[in-house]
């Protein structure tokens, strides 16, 4: 499944935005789906997180009760709504779909299928 990732962009502090995340098949519904981050200089990390069934949702400390995930299955996407961004949120966004189970879903290793990225900039 290809992944296209888009939404980024700059935002204060304090501010909002809302990633998208457009998958290429309706088979997408089959994967659990992720996203990651990588600030300049950092590895990449786990942002959030959601279930095939949408049953459950996982968020890095760092974000929880800012970040929400949500999927639309009827029209493939996967959405990252980031409220209260903080300027170190600043990092590339990464969505990712996979057939990742509970013990791999927050890591790197659950997710085969990547998105291009979408740069999210957090001023200050």
């Known amino acids: 499944v290809q992944l296209q990732a888009s939404g980024g962009g700059l935002v204060q502090a304090g501010g909002s935005l809302r990633l998208s995340c457009a998958a290429s098949?309706?088979?997408?519904?089959?994967?659990?789906m992720g996203w990651f981050r990588q600030a300049p200089g950092k590895e990449r990390e786990f942002v959030a997180a959601?279930?095939?069934?949408?049953?459950?949702?996982y968020y890095a400390h760092s974000v929880k009760g800012r970040f929400a995930i949500s999927r639309d299955n009827a029209k493939n996407t996967v959405y990252l709504q980031m409220n209260s961004l903080k300027p170190e949120d600043t990092a590339v966004y990464y969505c990712?779909?996979?057939?990742?189970?509970?013990?791999?879903?927050?890591?790197?290793?659950?997710?085969?299928?990547w998105g291009q990225g979408t740069l999210v900039t957090v001023s200050s």
């Open positions: 959601l279930t095939r069934n949408s049953g459950s949702t």
């Open positions: 098949e309706r088979t997408y519904s089959q994967y659990a």
């Open positions: 990712a779909a996979g057939r990742a189970i509970t013990s791999t879903i927050t890591t790197i290793r659950g997710y085969n299928n």
